[in-house]
């Protein structure tokens, strides 16, 4: 059996949550291969509305089992607030989330040391979500994490407090205000109550053995824009948001991988600093984030808005192997007279289909301009309910792309969508 991956194409924010759970019924299980509470996934059905960051999207159709993969970093108190919320909605998630023993820990202080160094980057901060991802990374990749199966071991106190000394080091070098003990306390209950309440896994070994039996759903954090090694660095997070991160992050070999589906939105979004090349800051942007509602899941941050970059989008297709595409907020197009899309940039007055290295590169999108559809969409469920104008727009980017677009998303519900 395979596994499918659901990625975000752009900066993320693409509709990933809604999406995951609109595929869940075709399989059995979910699982997050990367990113940590960074994430905000929303989910729209019965008039409710959740949003998700380290728990996988699958988690309201029974039935399901969500894994938390290794490549995940899990701060526990968030997690813990997640599932009382759920729980306290009448979800229940009692052995249907298994967590990874090599999913590495969000400490309290990398939360701090996230808050620290962002301060000291000035104006050439990233942005960031605060939540503690790059340190926490940082860590891991220097040999240095504590992982969640460390939890389980009675040395993890010593651990603990020899990383906590370390990070307590780095920020007074930094200037930062300690202030640790509530966050700490709120820290070790949320550890207590993994120990005794969670399923903690040799999460590579259930999900290769659960691959004998079924289909797995991969469920891919932020956008490949924002990928550490491909995304507009240093203007970026801190993994590897491409389809590749599903490989490492959930312990699954590169021909497991079936469909790899890219969700991209019909226009653009970025929350946080890094080149945005078709940014807006006229009243076609703001329309666009008043209509999309287009605020951070996560931070409630207003969403920086412009139109479809084809340049970018083709680059994100190229590196994940996208192999259908899935077009979210289609809706929030209705009533612009004409939508333009980026086919090319211009730079330093030569033309050119890439993705420059240069972060600070001045870059002139050329744009393509098609005609507005002028009506509602959000009650259209089959592709012959959908206006001809959108239909052109559809097909120029399945020409320019190579990939089908095989669903168009019409309003956030779950039920809001047309399958093609
Ligand atoms: P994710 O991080 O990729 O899961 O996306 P977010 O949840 O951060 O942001 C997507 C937002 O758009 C959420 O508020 C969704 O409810 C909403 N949304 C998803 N699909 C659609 C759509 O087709 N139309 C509209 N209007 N909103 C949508
Ligand atoms: P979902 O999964 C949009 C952005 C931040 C910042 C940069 C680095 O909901 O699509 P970090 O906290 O990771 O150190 O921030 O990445 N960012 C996101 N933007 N959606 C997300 O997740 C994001 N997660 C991180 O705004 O620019
Ligand atoms: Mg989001």
Redesign the pocket.
Known sequence: MKVDVVI?LQ????G?GKIVDVLTPKYSVVARFQ?GP????TLEFDGKKFVLHTIPSGIFRDGTINIIGNGVVVDPAILMGEIEKLNAAGVSTKGRILLSKKAHLILPTHRML?AAQEAAKGGAK??????G??PAYTDKIGRAGLRVGDVLHPDFDNKYDALKQKHLTLLKQLSYPINIEAEEQKWKQSISWLRAEFTIVDSEYEINNLLKNGNILAEG???SM?DVDFGSYP????SNTVCAGACTGLGVAPCRVGEVIGIFKAYCTR????PFPTELHDEAGKAMRRQGCEF???TGRPRRCGWLDLVALKYSIMVSGATQLFMMKADVMDSFDAIKVAVGYKINGATTDRYPYEVDMPVEPIYREFKGWKQPISGSRTEKDLPQELINYVRFIEEQTGVPVKFISVGPDREETVLR
Not at 271 to 274: A, D, E, R
Request: aromatic residues 6%; hydrophobic residues 30%; charged residues 15%.
């Open positions: 975000g900066w993320g924010d693409e990933k990113g960074n994430a905000g996934h996230d990233i942005g960031s979500t605060l939540k991802i790059g954090a932020q956008g924002l203007f970026v997070t801190s929350v946080g600093s890094g951070g899941s996560t």
